[in-house]
């Protein structure tokens, strides 16, 4: 008679890195988070700043067709009305050079491509997302918050007295760096998809954050 082989629960890591190829990572089994702990390029950075503190709301939402590798992104009208804005051009340079490298990572073909200016926590519970991937990053103002595995019981997310109170377990992305998140639709990563929530926010505190989303 054979003994009942156990099933061990896979150990998610989060790796982090300086370098884009850091991104990665995200395709290893047993990864939840890659980040690339990036610095902004000075324009860039001025640019979120500027359209910050001109306190006008922003929430635009894209879909785009990835025809090929070569093809540039169509991010045409994103952000339209601040176009007049000093390094506007090269802000929406790098955005589409994120949503070609996403694509190209992934093999996508279809991209959702969400650009918000918040002054609240849109998330404020810890919470999985339920998608493939996702690609976080916030321009100006303060980053995401993530927990490692085990930090939090996956089976009370959003109950606000399950939430750790314990600052030191609490992980932040840096203003600038981009992560990408595995969900819980990402094939063998059912379970355990990356618990994270949007950081609270002081009064008259706000951030630019982008997001992509594989959708084919």
Known sequence: MLAPTLKL???????????????ARILDD???????????PVHIADFGR?????NEPLAESLSLEIANEDTEPNLRGLASGFSDLESY?????????????????LG?????????????AMCPRFHVDHVPVRLITTYAGVGSQWLKDGAM???????PGAEPTDSSLIQQIGSGAVALLKGEKWHGNEGF?????????????RRLMLTLDWLS
Not at 89 to 105: M, T, Y
Not at 193 to 205: K, N, T, V
Request: charged content about 20%; some cysteine.
């Open 193 to 205: 998809g990356l618990i994270h929530r949007s950081p609270q926010l002081a009064p008259g505190e």
């Open 89 to 105: 051009e090269g802000f929406i340079a790098d955005v589409s050079w994120l949503v070609s490298a996403f694509a190209c990572l």
């Open 30 to 40: 047993g990864v939840n988070l890659a980040i690339w702990q990036r610095q902004l």
């Open 108 to 120: 996508a073909k279809r991209i959702g491509v969400r650009l918000r200016v918040l002054d609240k």
């Open 9 to 23: 629960r896979p150990f998610m890591s989060q790796v982090q890195g300086e370098t884009p190829q850091t991104l």
């Open 50 to 54: 500027l359209l910050l503190s001109l």
């Open 153 to 159: 019981d996956r089976r009370q997310l959003s109950q």
